[in-house]
T-cell receptor, first 112, second 119 residues
Framework: GDSVTQMEGPVTLSEEAFLTINCTYT??????LFWYVQYPGEGLQLLLK?????DKGSNKGFEATYRKETTSFHLEKGSVQVSDSAVYFC???????????FGTGTRLQVFP | GAGVSQSPRYKVAKRGQDVALRCDPI?????LFWYQQALGQGPEFLTY????????KSGLPSDRFFAERPEGSVSTLKIQRTQQEDSAVYLC?????????????????FGPGTRLTVL
């Protein structure tokens, strides 16, 4: 079945460092891809999405590009802030069912 | 406007008790999803409604789990004879249009979740 694999955390960075969180997927067909973020004490929020190959999703300085050839959707940010500390989830959505399949999450800790 | 709300936010149950978890989706949202999130894991799909119709319940882990959405709005997830392995955060999400709509995908908006602890 469909699945998502993302790098294990925690990822610990200093403020203004470059961030990469790797995500790869296995799916039949052509899923939509997402990054969700869960800030401490809050619910899941959509961070960005891409619906077809070569699309780039972006929001709040974060970017991810849908790479069909490598089945990847890596999350990047050029300069992280303390306020970016959260758990990040990569997910895919099957085009027929809409249900989301999540990775296990990556905790990001940013220190001043 | 109001987002997705869930109640109770926290529930402690003794093993063997029945529990009912409520989800109030965003008004007008057609699709409603339930997910289970174990500690340190990503959410896992349980079931999906389009209006009042339960179109997919393939993720329900056993016949002790039952979900309903009788009027196509509020949904209740019921767990009978709770077990310790049922301890998790139960997330509800809603989206505006179902998979048969003109747009192939709509964003799922998540509620804060109900943290269930079974002793």
């Amino acid at each position: 079945g469909d699945s998502v694999t993302q790098m294990e955390g925690p990822v610990t960075l200093s403020e203004e460092a470059f961030l990469t969180i790797n995500c790869t997927y296995t799916a039949t067909g052509y899923p939509s891809l997402f990054w969700y973020v869960q800030y401490p004490g809050e619910g899941l929020q959509l961070l960005l999405k891409a619906t077809k190959a070569d699309d780039k999703g972006s929001n709040k300085g974060f970017e991810a590009t849908y790479r069909k050839e490598t089945t990847s959707f890596h999350l990047e940010k050029g300069s992280v802030q303390v306020s970016d500390s959260a758990v990040y989830f990569c997910a895919l959505s099957d085009r027929d069912t809409d249900k989301l399949i999540f990775g296990t999450g990556t905790r990001l800790q940013v220190f001043p | 406007g109001a987002g997705v709300s869930q109640s109770p936010r926290y529930k402690v149950a003794k093993r063997g008790q029945d529990v009912a978890l409520r989800c109030d989706p965003i008004s007008g949202h057609v699709s409603l999803f339930w997910y289970q999130q174990a500690l340190g894991q990503g959410p896992e799909f349980l079931t999906y409604f389009q209006n009042e119709a339960q179109l997919d319940k393939s993720g329900l882990p056993s016949d002790r789990f039952f979900a309903e959405r009788p009027e196509g709005s509020v949904s209740t997830l019921k767990i009978q004879r709770t077990q310790q392995e049922d301890s998790a955060v139960y997330l509800c999400a809603s989206s505006l249009v179902g998979s048969s709509g003109p747009v192939r995908y709509n964003e799922q908006f998540f509620g804060p979740g109900t943290r269930l602890t079974v002793l």
